[in-house]
Structure formats: C-alpha cells, structure tokens
C-alpha cells in the first residue's frame, strides 16, 4: 500500500480522471472559485497586488467575474522583476507547507526570480504523473536523459554527465520512483557531441529518451545519415521548445516512434500537456488559468495566435495574476477525444539559433538560464555567435558586474559553450527584438 507523498498524488490523480472530462463550462466555474480565493489572498498577503486590484476596479469583497478578471493588466516579466519583494507573499497558509525560489529565464532572456510553496510543486509532480499516465509509459524501461540536470542536483553527479561514460543510476528517481519501480536511469549532457550521444543512446539501449527538441533534430539528422536504428527505443520525450510537425515527422520516419512534449515553464508548472490521442496540447485546467490574448488583449479564437498569459492557482508564495510568460499560442477547437480542457494547437516562438563550434558540428547552445537568473543585476540578456571562433554576450544591467560575477560568466559559458570559444561581454540599453517584438536569447551570425 502507498502511503505519504505517494498515496496524495494518486488521490490526485482520481480527481483529475474526472475532472478532464466535465465540460468546459464546469471547469471554467471551478477554475473561477479558485481563482477568487488566490485574489483574496494576494490583495491581503501580497503587497504589489491591493493598488493594483484597485486600479483595476476590482474592490475586495466584489465578485470575480470574468469580465472584472479581464481587466486586471497582464503582468510582465519586467512587472515581476521590478516588483521584486513586493510580488512575495508576507505568509501563506501553514497547509501549503515550506517555499523555495527558483530562477528561470525561460526562453526569453529576461530573467525571473519566484518563490513556490510545497504544494505548488505537488501540483507539478501531479501533472507529471497525469502525462505519464495519459501515454501509457512503461516505467519499467531504461531512460536515457539527454540533457543537463536541474540546479540542487548532487555535484558529482552533475560533473558526472559531462563525464565520457555518463551517468548511470539504478533506477529513474523522483516521483516516477514513488509510484512506479522503474528501470535504469541512463545521463549524458547534450554538450557532447552528437556522435557520443548516439553511441551513449545505444550502449543503454534507450527505451525512453528525454532531451530538447533542438537537440532531438541534430540526433535524428544523425541516424538519418548513418542509416543508425534505435530498435528498442518506444517514446521521445521533449520539453521547453518547440515541436512542430516536421520534427514529429522525422522522429516517426527515423527511429519509428512517436515525440511525447509537454508546455511547463520552472515559475509556474505545467501550462498544458498533449493529448495521449490528437496530439494537440490539452491546457492543465485544473490548476492553470491559461489565457490567450490578442495585441487588444481579448481571448483568441480558434485558429487565432497570441500571447501565452497565465496564472497558477494554487501557488501563495508568490501569486502570479495574469502573468504574461513570453510565449505565444495558437488556440485549438475542441478536442476530438472529448476531454473538456481546452486545447492549444502549438506553441510558437520558443527556439534558438544553432551553435557552430569550429569543426563546422551544429550544437543546440547551452545558455546557463539558471546562473545568469542568479546574477540579479541582469535583467535581459542575449548570446550571439559572432564567428566560429567568438561569442558575444550582450546584457542589459541594473548596475556593472562586479569582477566575481564576470569572473563566474565566463566559467560558465566555458562549460557550457566550450573552451574554444572566446567570449566578449558588453552591456546595452536595450537588445535588438524581432519583428514581433520577442528578444530571443541566443542568435547566431552565422545563420543565413
Ligand atoms: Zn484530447
């Protein structure tokens, strides 16, 4: 029998098993007395919020509508950043347990800071377990990661993935290892190259591999060339990029299985999953309002692209209302499989440009979101690669970097980059946006 932590998250699970069926009106009314209860809270606990409920017209004690809820302003990562202690709340309900803060650039250059209660991360194994379930994996098979691991991983096994031989685990950990008795956990950095990668893949006869989508590109072209099957391989699974039809296309043709990709961002949780069924992406109704907003700030329709704004619902310790993530969607109809969460068709407009190291080999760039987060004097920056040889990296700064600060940037981008590379840091005013207005955090010269 289960017991703890475990026991929760299937309890969980039972109430999600039905939830994702009830209509979207019912999910939406749920979503909307949730909603009403993190208001209240933030207008109490949080000082940035009462000013800013305020000027929005949307007095304490007024109901929620959502015709009031849509009046409140979209709250940018700039708003997060300069708000700063501000947006924390000054306590939070005993039940919500402990809180910690994690830093996140996300795919945008521009870094945040928040902080999240345990049941906030609760939330998020939950939706990771509800993707597991929803795709019928085999937790019984070998998972090979390629890619790195998050900040807090043990140091050892950290330097471990940059090692030739990898990582090698008994069993995948986490919540998979909670609930499941699972298989071999196989590491290896996406810093290799790809060729190593490859072997690494078929040394542990890969059931599962996880890694980026970009990186996933570069391996499948790879095993296009080489003529490589992976015959024990079943699933792909991405995360944090964009996946679109071709790169689905040619995991299906190249190594005969299906891409599993999931929406989550580190500072709020699971944003949506795909569809064990369409493949479309199913947005995680029961604990995210996700909205997605035309340039006049009114929802999309199907068919319709615009900007990702969400807004967690269970997490206190840093309430995020209408948080506009840096991202953009594109709405979906209706689901076939008949589940009432709405549907996201894609995601677009999270992706890089290609490393090109001196060899001419093609990299998906590692851009250390996580320690640059940390250095709190930078709130935007982007990566160019200038030449084969030389890396530029442009910040905006609130004040210098301090000679330690540089001195930590440079050792990371050696890391991560690679020691071939020499690295120019210069500080701006403001970065060069796309023609859509986006910062996009590495681009390359070298790029046609
Ligand atoms: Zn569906």
């Known amino acids: 029998m289960l017991e703890g932590q475990a026991a929760v998250l299937l309890a969980l699970q039972q109430q999600l098993a039905d939830s994702q069926w009830w209509p979207a009106e019912r999910l939406r009314a749920a979503q909307f007395e949730q909603l009403a209860t993190l208001v209240a809270f933030a207008r109490e606990a949080v000082p940035f919020y009462a000013a800013r409920l305020d000027a929005a017209g949307l007095p304490a004690g007024a109901a929620l509508t959502p015709e009031a809820w849509s009046r409140l302003p979209v709250l940018s990562r700039h708003d997060v950043r300069q708000a ?13 347990g402990g809180f910690f803060e994690i830093s996140t650039g996300g795919s945008t ?10 049941l906030a991360r609760l939330m998020w194994q939950t939706g990771h377990v509800r993707g597991r379930l929803w795709h019928q994996e085999d937790p019984g098979g070998t998972l090979v990661r390629l890619l790195s691991l998050p900040p807090g991983t043990d140091p050892q096994i950290l330097a471990a993935l940059y090692a030739p031989e990898g990582v090698v685990l008994e069993n995948w950990g986490g919540v998979d290892e909670l609930l499941w008795r699972t298989g071999k956990f196989a590491g290896f950095s996406d810093t290799h190259p790809i060729a190593d990668q490859v072997r690494f893949v078929q040394t542990h006869q890969a059931n599962h591999i996880l890694t980026m989508p970009a990186n996933l590109r570069l391996l499948l072209s790879y095993c296009r060339q080489h003529g490589v099957r992976l015959p024990d391989l079943r699933s792909v699974w991405t995360q944090s990029e964009i996946v679109d039809d071709t790169l689905r296309a040619a995991c299906r043709e190249v190594l005969g299985c299906e891409i599993i990709d999931n929406y989550s961002a580190a500072e709020t949780g699971f944003l949506a999953l795909q569809c064990p069924e369409s493949g479309q992406y199913h947005i ?6 996700v909205e997605i907003l035309d340039a006049a700030g009114h929802a999309c329709q199907p068919g319709e692209i615009g900007r990702v704004v969400v807004t967690p619902l269970h997490n206190f310790a840093t309430p995020l209302l209408r948080y506009e993530i840096g991202d953009e969607a594109e709405v979906g109809a209706p689901c076939r499989c008949g589940r009432g969460l709405s549907v996201l068709r ?18 998906r760039p590692q851009l250390g979101y996580y320690q640059l987060a940390k250095i709190r004097t930078v709130t935007e920056f982007q990566y160019v690669q200038r030449s084969l040889q030389q890396i530029e990296l442009m910040l905006v700064v609130e004040r210098p970097l301090t000679a330690a600060e540089e001195a930590e940037i440079r050792q990371m981008v050696v890391v991560n980059m690679g020691p071939e590379f020499g690295l120019t840091i210069s500080c701006h005013a403001s970065l060069p946006r796309t023609k859509a207005g986006k910062l996009r955090p590495f681009v390359s010269d070298l790029v046609a």
């Open 84 to 96: 700063g202690e501000a947006l924390h709340a000054t306590s939070f309900p005993a039940a919500h």
């Open 109 to 118: 250059g521009i870094p945040v800071r928040v902080r999240k209660t345990d």
């Open 284 to 289: 995680q109704a029961e604990t995210m309002l």
């Open 346 to 363: 894609r995601v677009v407009g999270r992706s890089t440009d290609y490393l090109t190291l001196p060899s001419g080999e093609q990299r």
